[in-house]
């Protein structure tokens, strides 16, 4: 069973996400090969109660949908793609102006999705993890350090 940890920086709040290594092999691949990374996380706006942060290139891996997830419970953890060109200029939080993507968790019920990869279920500390997300809407991004566990 691989694990990776989630450490949101300032508030010193760690949660231990087992990763769905059977049901999406190629996102959990994808997703380690990119470790360790320190993000900033903000809210979803369209989505409720989601966090996620927007990648990048090179983190940006074409990925064909894969358990597939339309009505997410919270401390799922996902990933999301999408084909571009997103925006000649750069998206308007990300900066890609190929392809799109944001690594996701869920931190309420009151979340809802068209469809991201989950690869992965916080199994630690939860509740603590998700009660602190919901200041994101309120205070700005949280910094969050994700990491394989050894």
């Known amino acids: ?17 087992t990763l769905l290594g059977n049901e999406a092999p190629k996102t959990c691949e994808a997703i380690l090969n990119f470790l360790p990374q320190e993000l900033d996380f903000i809210n979803g706006c369209a989505s409720g109660a989601e966090a996620l942060a927007y990648l990048d290139p090179p983190n940006i891996v074409r990925i064909e949908e894969e358990n597939l997830e339309k009505h997410p419970i919270p401390g799922d ?42 690869f992965g279920r916080m ?8 009660r602190a ?3 994101i809407r309120t205070e700005g991004p949280i910094r969050i350090l994700i990491r394989k566990l050894e």
């Open 1 to 17: 069973m691989t694990e990776i940890e989630m450490v949101m920086l300032r508030e010193k709040i760690r949660t231990v996400v």
């Open 77 to 118: 953890v996902a990933y999301w793609y999408a084909r571009g060109p997103v925006n000649p200029k750069g998206s308007y939080a990300g900066t890609s102006t190929t392809d799109y993507a944001e690594l996701i968790y869920f931190y309420d019920r009151k979340a809802r999705s068209t469809g991201v990869n989950l």
């Open 123 to 130: 199994k630690e500390n939860l509740d603590e993890f998700c």
């Open 133 to 135: 997300s919901h200041k």
